[in-house]
């Protein structure tokens, strides 16, 4: 049966709906970059309580009705682009380990690269540990080696949500130690075997997988700075 020219029309209109709803939100998207990126700049030059909206719409150069279309406060920017460093953390380090096998190892070599980018970049460990919530991609890959963990039977927690809060609770407390004091080059791994044996894994298990080479990340990961 031949479409008829109403369906076609149909068809059409769809197809230019479709097209309109994704052209607006790949511009959404690139004017919500725009402004996360002058707030990059904007925080890394005044800090983080200094600023002020009118900064970011400058730096942006956007409309401020636009502006306000994302964020209502600094605040809420300020947990966005925190957020947003998290994420892109995350992308550099699940490059390295997102091939594993081992949901153990996953878990150990993501805890001590994310540690070792707050050891050694205090800008970015003093912004991020600002905020209380993790980014999307933090709790997502988080949650799922927990997960992986708990399936293979090596990692023996008993509700998941007590596990994310350990893992997430040591991880801040470090954080923050960082932020005030210096800590030696075995700090993030002494946390991640406290996190690991926190989880339910034998402590010979936990030596055997921390003795494994950590990989470099290969893709920087941004900053604050």
């Known amino acids: 049966m031949k479409p008829t020219l109403a369906s076609q029309a149909a068809t059409r209109t769809e197809e230019d709906t479709d097209h309109r709803t994704r052209v607006g939100r790949e511009r959404r998207e690139r004017t919500q970059a725009r402004i996360i990126e002058?707030?990059?700049?904007?925080?890394?030059?005044k800090g983080p309580d200094a600023p002020i909206i009118d900064d970011?719409?400058?730096?942006?150069?956007?409309a401020r009705g636009t502006f306000y279309n994302y964020y209502q406060?600094?605040?809420?920017?300020?947990?966005a682009t925190a957020k947003w460093l998290?994420?892109?953390?995350i992308v550099s380090i699940e490059a390295e380990i997102?091939?594993?096998?081992?949901p153990v190892e996953r878990l150990s070599s993501g805890i001590q690269l994310w540690l070792r980018k707050a050891r050694t970049d205090a800008a970015w460990c003093a912004f991020s540990v600002r905020v209380r919530r993790h980014g999307g991609l933090v709790e997502q890959q988080l949650g799922a080696d927990l997960k992986a963990g708990r399936?293979?039977?090596?990692?023996?927690?008993?509700?998941?949500?007590?596990?994310r809060d350990l893992?997430?609770?040591?991880?801040?407390?470090?954080?923050?130690?960082m932020t005030e004091a210096r800590v030696s080059a075995t700090y993030p791994?002494?946390?991640?075997?406290?996190?690991?044996?926190?989880?339910?894994?034998d402590a010979r298990s936990a030596d055997e997988v921390l003795g494994r080479p950590l990989p470099r990340l290969r893709r920087a990961a941004r900053t604050i700075a």
Do not use: P
């Open 151 to 163: 399936e293979a039977g090596v990692l023996t927690f008993s509700g998941a949500e007590a596990a």
């Open 189 to 201: 791994r002494d946390i991640t075997r406290l996190i690991l044996l926190g989880l339910g894994l």
């Open 86 to 89: 998290q994420d892109d953390l």
């Open 73 to 79: 406060s600094t605040e809420e920017l300020l947990e």
């Open 38 to 45: 002058a707030a990059l700049r904007v925080f890394a030059e």
């Open 98 to 102: 997102g091939s594993l096998d081992d």
């Open 167 to 177: 893992v997430v609770g040591a991880l801040r407390e470090a954080m923050f130690r």
């Open 56 to 62: 970011f719409i400058k730096a942006a150069g956007v």
